[in-house]
């Protein structure tokens, strides 16, 4: 398959209608289905956009049931070569979804909270991994980053994770949008009627494609 162009983010995010594009992914759960609905293809969905999800490397481990702080503590050359298994698999997801011709990539952040890390565990660990993930990533795909997180999720953390979207939920999370917007001028998913594009955890594909047929009727 020949290589893909990146779409810029204007072409994702914008349009003449200036109907914000939605972002269908329930509760930001990893291994839900991604779906993205753009106003530019609605009502025809025979080609929306395809996000291919992907874990960073904490979240790679955690869906193995692995602790990879316990065992990097136990261990750390064993945890430091589970670790490197962890990037190389997110590393592999990203390429298999470039060669399965997604249009982009969904890069769920998991660890950067309290309920897994510590600020120091993860930005010791995993945040430059995050990174090292996320930019072989930007190379080719829109990169869609969520942050998986609930109270006391370290947003000032991974705030400057390159990225072309930055999502997180204000209601577990606590951070709101003007807050988040301080530290990351990026375009951002949230809740936030303010955000350049909309998510919500309880919209279904029909409901997020009947909202944007609507928003388009009123403007």
Not at 15 to 33: E, Q
Not at 72 to 87: F, N, T, V, Y
Request: aromatic content about 6%.
């Amino acid at each position: 398959m020949s290589a893909q162009i990146k779409p810029s983010l204007s072409e994702l995010t914008l349009n003449p209608n200036n109907v914000r594009p939605i972002l269908a992914w329930p509760s930001g759960c990893c291994g839900a289905s991604v779906s993205v609905f753009l106003p530019t293809n609605v009502p025809s969905t025979n080609d929306l956009p395809v996000l291919a999800e992907v874990l960073g490397p904490y979240g790679q481990a955690l869906s193995k049931g692995i602790d990879l702080n316990s065992v990097i503590a136990d261990s750390p050359e064993i945890g430091e070569a589970m670790l490197s298994e962890c990037i190389e698999a997110s590393l592999s997801d990203i390429s298999v979804a470039k060669s399965n011709g997604a249009h982009g990539i969904l890069y769920a952040v998991c660890g950067a909270t309290e309920e897994h890390c510590s600020p120091m565990q993860y930005g010791g660990l995993y945040l430059e991994r995050d990174r090292e993930v996320l930019l072989e990533a930007t190379k080719w795909a829109f990169v869609f980053l969520f942050v998986v997180g609930s109270e006391n999720t370290y947003m000032d953390i991974v705030s400057d994770l390159p990225c072309d979207v930055m999502g997180w939920s204000i209601e577990a999370t606590g951070h709101s949008l003007s807050e988040m917007k301080i530290m990351s001028k990026g375009a951002t998913c949230t809740s936030d009627p303010n955000s350049e594009w909309a998510w919500n955890p309880k919209m279904s594909e029909t409901e997020a494609i009947a909202k944007i047929e609507r928003d388009i009727k009123h403007v």
